[in-house]
């Protein structure tokens, strides 16, 4: 998805009613974002952590010093490794370790849904509709994870919804 | 909250730098670990540095551990820092740890290292100039500073690095070294070893992929052509059609061939330097006397330059009338000038041979390391400087017997006094000087602990005299006069040799040296010459090279590791091929290794498939198709663009040249001649040879534009080989007066239906067994031995403070051990091997381990897993 794709569909979730326009730059197409009031903003996560504040909806950046750090964080984690050119093996790191950064957490921060949770959703669909069941059953824990958060209201929108099977195939993989 | 940090782990620069805000907020503990420990229990890769918050959470990204300790301070994120930090992690650190690898992990440097951060860089230095601002995000320091600052800090700290036109980002950065938290940071993580500080942590981080877009490489295979101008490509046309040249540079030259392939005036000179100890302990040893002894050598010594090709204009010595004249009038003025002190000095004499036994005469146990035979002025085990007279049990070289402490009286050159004078010069000469870093980095090291007076005789026989009276036995300390050899070298040659050596207004002089020789032409020499107030010619350009190691340790003529000079001719590859290949791993910058593998490597790719098979194919493309002749050439706008490409790399070349970079301009020719293989490839002149008439023209204008290339390499090789450059020469009939002038631009020297000469191969192939051949019987698989022997002879810690490391080629070769020895206990311990085995080799690994420890310059003992600070 490119990423004026993906900012249009963030301001839709975050009620933001006027549509903005979007330029690509560079071989990557890193969005730009032309404001009203002061020079462009460049950058994905910037660009959105900026509609976030316009919408209003500080709480999604994190509320304590630390929640806020983490979000950021996983925003990183999202434009880094999540969008650098993956390969196969990549990814499957990629899931292992988010398998085990969730097991304990509800949200990326733990218990507070944020733009974190957002933009790594969006950013891992590519990928989390490829899985097979085994896999996904492999990943419980993003797949838990994943499937709330494109419940979540107004977020998934146009996404293809991805099914997740509820009991148990492979008891025993690992 | 625990902050988890590595040693040599970049990330640790601006999180420190950071920590500071958070202090009085939360308290902050620091752990070291292991590069290799894995912190984050949910991470596969091992990542640091890392803070864990007292929550149980980790932040294991660099930025965000400092955005928390920015808002852990009250800070307010905005836009524009996130803007940064985005940038930060997604554009320039891959950039970054590109160029820090090849820079650290694979030694390389220039523009091979730049080239990849150019553009970040360039992006800051405009967004700081387009801002007006002094910090990234306005007015005061802030988050995005500190980020940015420690990630670039290990690379930009080189100013090498820190490109002089970014001066906005050049302010900017030294705003922020200064700054005390920044400072302090720096301190911890590089602990003033520079950049080579990351070097236990990167080396063992996988190779980073190159910034997208754009494949930084070493290789030129996949040089990308660089964009030309309309401008450029019409200049270039018209220098070729009309045969133009624009004005020299009036810069004079030393490189001296080159110099002279640009008319410049040039005098080239070299000598032997034969006063001395170690003279006297050889011509004992051979049962010679001195001056024997220098006559024998001075031959062999000029023999292998000759063989090389060296072409000196005069080669000289020191033992002669002219040097003793113009060493004692050096003297005598400083004597008249109050710059020599007289003292008495405690030597070590023996009474049967009757005299003093300087340096090199005594050997006895080292007093630091108890080491059985250390040299009178220093131990060869400990390194240590030693005053012979604190040899425990000296004993005369010569006869054995035990010397007894007395006092001789000595002269001093006062260069306090000639320190002032000193500076004021470098002073002048240094800015905009090609001086190597270098260079200008040993003379200040010695201005900084300031200069002490000088010894400047020796109780010795073989020497320069001292015109004195009460010194009529003693003889010039051969560093006093052997850099007034040049001058007498010259005086021999010429007897207007004032002309060259009392003309600084109109003479520039260039010396060339390793670096160990630095002190006393770049400080010693020139206090001599400024004290003695003659208006002497002093050093313009001091140019000293670092080591050359060989294959992966030293050269070493008692174990007969290496190929000397005098071998160099017994290996039957030919002279021009051995300057070829030194000159492309001239030790520029750093220290360089030489090895068979590689050679023949370069003769096979570089010269036998590039270089010579571009002329061979040129050439036979005039014989085999126009008899001979040079065809007619009508030049397209691909021509023209070739044209514009090769001029821009003569250019380069020249550029290269000016500044001494002799390995560097190398690679511009090889660029050239790579295009030139590129451009037959494409146009295909065999095929279009036998089609219509347009096909026939297009193949004599390709022709006619590759040979004229091949006939202007001939004159750019010159410097670097003469014989091929001669051969090609003759092959291609160049008209003499092309031959050896070399103009700034490309101009149609072998103009349609010149006649060229037969044409053959230029190279030969080297084939793996010869080279192995080589490489036994120059001794290069000793590395067991030489690694024994380094073990044996390294220091204790002590060689972690100061700083001295094992060379990268033995650093990398015992790593190699260590993966090897790795893979055998693993094996053994996979296949249930019988214990003891197993532990033998554990033991050899751990052994191992050690000397790549000592070799690295740590202490041997790294900590395991988590220790607290």
Known sequence: MAAAAELSLLEKSLGLSKGNKYSAQGERQIPVLQTNNGPSLTGLTTIAAHLVKQANKEYLLGSTAEEKAIVQQWLEYRVTRVDGHSSKNDIHTLLKDLNSYLEDKVYLTGYNFTLADILLYYGLHRFIVDLTVQEKEKYLNVSRWFCHIQHYPGIRQHLSSVVFIKNRLYTNSH | ?869
């Not at chain 2, 010795?460 to 036995?473: H, I, Y």
């Not at chain 2, 006393?520 to 107030?533: D, I, Q, T």
């Not at chain 2, 590791?561 to 001719?569: E, I, K, L, R, S």
């Not at chain 2, 295009?675 to 390709?702: C, F, L, M």
Request: contains cysteine.
């Open chain 2, 1 to 869: 909250m625990r902050l988890f940090v590595s040693e040599g782990a970049p990330g640790s620069l601006p999180v420190l730098a950071a920590a500071g805000r958070a202090r009085g907020r939360a308290e902050l503990l620091i752990s070291t670990v292991g590069p290799e420990d894995c912190v984050v229990p949910f991470l596969t890769r091992p990542k640091v540095p890392v803070l864990q918050l007292d929550s149980g959470n980790y932040l294991f990204s660099t930025s965000a551990i400092c955005r928390y300790f920015f808002l852990l301070s009250g800070w307010e994120q905005d836009d524009l820092t996130n803007q940064w930090l985005e940038w930060e992690a997604t554009e320039l650190q891959p950039a970054l740890s590109a160029a820090l690898y090849y820079l650290v992990v694979q030694g390389k440097k220039g523009d091979d290292v730049l080239g990849s951060v150019r553009r970040a860089l360039t992006h800051i230095d405009h967004s700081l100039r387009r801002q007006n601002c002094p910090f990234l995000a306005g007015e005061t320091e802030s988050l995005a500073d500190i980020v940015l600052w420690g990630a670039l800090y290990p690379l930009l700290q080189d100013p090498a690095y820190l490109p002089e036109e970014l001066s906005a980002l050049h302010s900017w950065f030294q705003t922020l070294s200064t700054q005390e938290p920044c400072q302090r940071a720096a301190e911890t993580v590089l602990k003033q070893q520079g950049v080579l500080a990351l070097r236990p942590y990167l080396q063992k981080q996988p190779q980073p992929s190159p910034p997208e877009g754009r494949a930084v490489t070493n290789e030129p295979e996949e040089e990308e052509l660089a964009t030309l101008s309309e401008e450029e490509i019409a200049m270039a046309v018209t220098a070729w059609e009309k045969g133009l040249e624009s004005l020299p540079p009036l810069r004079p030259q030393q490189n001296p061939v080159y110099s002279r392939l640009r008319q410049w005036n040039t005098l080239y000179l070299c000598g032997t330097d034969e006063y001395g100890t170690a003279t006297e302990t050889k011509a004992m040893e051979e049962g010679l006397t001195p001056q024997e002894i220098c006559d024998k050598y001075h031959i062999i010594h000029a023999d292998i330059y000759r063989w090389f090709n060296i072409s000196f204009d005069v080669f000289g010595r020191t033992t002669t009338p002219q040097q003793t004249k113009i060493t004692q009038d050096i003297f005598q003025r400083l004597l008249a000038r109050g710059f020599v002190l007289q003292d008495t000095v405690e030597q070590l004499r023996c009474e049967r041979c009757a005299r003093f036994l300087a340096d090199r005469f005594v050997e006895g146990v080292c007093p630091f390391c108890g080491f059985e035979e250390a040299r009178g002025d220093q131990c060869d085990k400990c390194g240590k400087l030693i005053n012979a007279v604190e040899l425990k049990k000296p004993q005369c070289k010569v006869c054995r017997s035990c010397p007894v402490v007395k006092s001789s009286q000595h002269l001093f050159l006062d260069l306090p006094k000639l320190e002032k004078r000193l500076e004021e010069w470098l002073g002048k000469t240094l800015p905009g000087s090609d001086w190597t870093p270098n260079a200008r980095f040993i003379i200040r090291s010695w201005l900084r602990d300031g200069l002490k007076p000088r010894c400047i005789t020796r109780d010795l026989k073989w020497g320069t005299p001292v015109p004195l009276e009460g010194f009529e036995d003693k003889v010039f300390y051969v560093w006093f006069d052997a850099t007034i050899g040049y001058l007498s070298i010259t005086a021999n040659y010429t007897d207007q040799w004032e002309k060259w050596w009392k003309n600084p207004e109109q003479v520039d002089l260039y010396q060339f040296m390793a670096k160990d020789n630095v002190p006393f032409h770049g400080l010693v020499f020139p206090c001599s010459a400024l004290g003695a107030e003659d208006n002497y010619t002093l050093v313009s350009h001091l140019i000293a090279t670092e080591y050359l190691n060989y294959e992966d340790g030293k050269f070493s003529k008692s174990r007969g590791v290496g190929v000397f000079g005098d071998m160099a001719q017994d290996t039957g590859i030919p002279a021009d091929i051995w300057r070829f290949y030194l000159l492309y791993i001239r030790p520029e910058g750093q220290d360089s290794a030489f090895s068979w593998t590689d050679m023949l490597l370069k003769n096979n790719s570089e010269l036998l498939n590039n270089l010579g098979n571009f002329i061979n194919r040129a050439g036979m493309f005039v014989s085999k198709f126009f008899g001979g002749y040079v065809p007619e050439m009508v030049l397209t706008p691909d021509d023209q663009r070739l044209l514009a490409h090769v001029t821009l790399e003569l250019r380069r070349y020249h550029q290269l040249l000016e500044k001494v970079r002799i390995r560097d301009a190398l690679r511009s020719i090889l660029t050239i001649s790579r295009h030139g293989n590129q451009y037959i490839q494409v146009n295909e002149p065999w095929k279009r040879i036998k089609g219509s008439e347009a096909d026939r023209q297009r193949a004599g204008t390709v022709t006619g534009l590759a040979v004229n290339i091949a006939a202007l390499l001939s004159v750019m090789l010159q410097p670097y080989m003469p014989t091929v450059s001669a051969t090609i020469q003759a092959q291609l009939q160049l008209p003499p007066p092309a031959c050896s002038i070399l103009l700034t631009n490309f101009l149609c020297t072998l103009p349609a239906g010149h006649q060229i000469g037969t044409v053959s191969p230029l190279f030969q192939k080297l084939e793996n067994d010869q080279i192995e051949s080589l490489r036994q019987r120059f001794g290069g698989g000793q590395l067991e031995e030489t690694l024994d022997l380094k073990a044996k002879m390294s220091p204790k810690p002590a060689v972690a403070e100061t700083g001295t490391t094992a060379a990268p080629q033995q650093i990398q070769a015992l790593m190699d051990e260590v993966t090897k020895q790795g893979n055998i206990v693993r094996e053994l311990k996979a296949q249930k091997a019988d214990k003891n085995q197993v532990a033998a080799e554990v033991a050899k690994l751990l052994d191992l381990k050690k000397q790549l420890a000592v070799a690295e310059g740590k202490p041997p003992e790294v900590p395991k897993g988590k220790k607290k600070k």
